[in-house]
T-cell receptor
């Protein structure tokens, strides 16, 4: 079955950078658009970024635009997000999830990884 | 403030039925399919309903979805204590070019 495993989270100071990874298995990774969704402690889901199957199309939430960069390596079945200029409000569990088709746009997400926790604090 | 609006909480007794609403606009729900997610305490979200009313393999038919205009509804029948979770609606917003979620609804099975 499809498995998505995130890694790279941790505690980081405001203004610093962090790169998250998501290793995918059980699917033809290059056939799907992929997404990052985050959830701040005690809060709801917030979509962060999307990338099409080949990496040519990317979308970002306004809250991260210009600071986060989504990318993928289809040869390694891995999704990434590079997070720069981190702020305390970026503290959240970050989930990797698959879209329904090849594009970066999607109306549903599934499955989801177990998440990796990012804490931005001095 | 979420683009899609859900009630913060709903409750019902075991065995009963509950519905959760999700309200949006013409740029999201009005012109796109809606999906629903269940998030049990301490776990990742799980896809419950996609394309307004379709259930992924393994999701029991106690869960149903519907859409009318710019609103969608999740229905759960035969409530069980194991259904206690947060439920989220989601879709794509064509005007904003972003995916959007509701603020989430906490279901309590009394």
């Amino acid at each position: 079955q499809v498995q998505l495993v995130e890694s790279g989270g941790g505690v980081v100071q405001p203004g610093r950078s962090l790169r998250l990874s998501c290793a995918a298995s059980g699917l033809t990774f290059s056939d799907y658009g992929m997404h990052w969704v985050r959830q701040a402690p005690g809060k709801g889901l917030e979509w962060v970024a999307a990338i099409s199957n080949g990496g040519s199309d990317k979308y970002y939430a306004d809250s991260v635009k210009g600071r986060f960069t989504i990318s993928r390596d289809n040869s390694k079945n891995t999704l990434y997000v590079e997070m720069n200029s981190l702020r305390t409000e970026d503290t959240a569990m970050y989930y990797c999830t698959k879209g329904w088709g090849v594009g970066a746009t999607t109306t549903w997400f599934g499955p989801w990884g177990q998440g990796t926790l990012v804490t931005v604090s001095s | 403030q979420s683009v899609l609006t859900q009630p913060p909480s709903v409750s019902a007794a075991p065995g009963q039925k509950v519905t959760i609403s999700c309200s949006g606009s013409s740029s999201n729900i009005g012109n796109n399919y809606v999906s629903w997610y269940q998030q049990l305490p301490g776990t990742a979200p799980k896809l419950l309903i996609y394309d307004n009313n379709k259930r992924p393999s393994g999701i029991p038919d106690r869960f149903s979805g519907s859409k009318s205009g710019t609103s969608a509804t999740l229905g759960i029948t035969g409530l069980q204590t194991g259904d206690e979770a947060d439920y989220y609606c989601g879709t794509w917003d064509r005007s904003l070019s972003v995916a959007v979620f509701g603020g989430g609804t906490q279901l309590t099975v009394l």
